[in-house]
């Protein structure tokens, strides 16, 4: 048999042991973090469980009136939260054995943003309507402790109609107003630099987006109000794509934000779809 020379294999090596990498399919994530009240969580996968923070996720209702999406709903909410249990753990969290002891809720919001449209917020994500409905807890489903009302989300911002539907307000749930403000003025004293433009073309295509907030669970059960510690707002380009296929590889590229503040306003980065 003849083999290949030791030259020719130094050549070609490369190029044969990453085939699977070059023919590996990349999406644009784009994410928004932030910590409240000083909140700071330092422990990681090594942690003791004993030491970690407890948490419960339930499935929070708001949306931003996107169109229908087969591949959204092919994903079912306990699939969903457990991938995000599996996430959080990795960031150094624990799943509550006992829910009504959890040191965190974990609201989760799921979408696809409209941008052609008009724009309708839904109610609270857990309202009166759906008091005591489940909670997820990366798998099993517990009861909403109490049968009471939850929080509603949190957008960031009010809602403000533009010529390209209501593009303000999704910048808003999306976590990205606070850049699209500053650049709009930046833009009142500075010349144009393109910035407002690549914005606005992001907003205008539609996004799917998954949002978590993390509120104070034990102060609840104590005060019966909600204290915000922080949100992870992460989104990637819908049109012509599958949130079914794209999801997990998402949640784990932003795993590494939870609890945490994004250096600049937004983190920007490819994401290799495995």
Do not use: C
Not at 75 to 88: D, G, M
Not at 103 to 114: K, P, Y
Not at 168 to 178: C, D, F, H, M, R
Request: aromatic share 8%; no cysteine.
């Amino acid at each position: 048999m003849n083999l290949p020379s030791k030259s020719l294999l130094l050549v070609l090596g490369p190029l044969l042991f990453s085939s699977t990498s070059l023919g590996a399919e990349k999406a644009k994530l784009v994410t928004f973090a932030q910590t409240h009240d000083g909140y700071h969580y330092d422990a990681t996968a090594a942690t003791p469980a004993a030491e970690r923070a407890t948490f419960i996720i339930a499935e929070g209702k708001f949306n931003v009136g996107g169109p229908s999406d087969a591949t959204l709903d092919a994903v079912p909410f306990e699939t969903l939260s457990r991938k995000l249990a599996i996430a959080l753990s990795r960031r150094g969290y624990a799943m509550a054995r006992n829910p009504d002891q959890a040191d965190l809720l974990i609201l989760v919001h799921r979408g696809r943003t409209n941008p052609r449209g008009v724009t309708e917020h839904s109610g609270s994500p857990l309202d009166t309507a759906t008091a005591g409905s489940s909670i997820s807890r990366g798998g099993g489903l517990v009861t909403a402790p109490g049968n009471q009302p939850m929080v509603g989300f949190s957008s960031g911002g009010g809602e403000v109609v533009s010529t390209d539907g209501n593009l303000k307000t999704i910048a808003a749930g999306l976590g990205w107003l606070p850049q699209l403000e500053k650049v709009e003025y930046e833009l009142g004293n500075v010349a144009t630099d393109g910035r407002y433009e690549r914005l606005v073309e992001e907003l205008s295509q539609e996004r799917y987006y998954i949002v978590l907030e993390a509120f104070d669970f034990a102060a609840w059960r104590k005060t019966n109000a909600f204290t915000r510690q922080w949100e992870t707002r992460l989104s990637f380009l819908a049109e012509r794509q599958s949130f079914a296929e794209r999801y997990a590889a998402m949640i784990k590229a932003g795993t590494e934000h939870f609890a945490r503040d994004t250096p600049a306003a937004l983190d920007r980065r490819f994401v290799t779809i495995d």
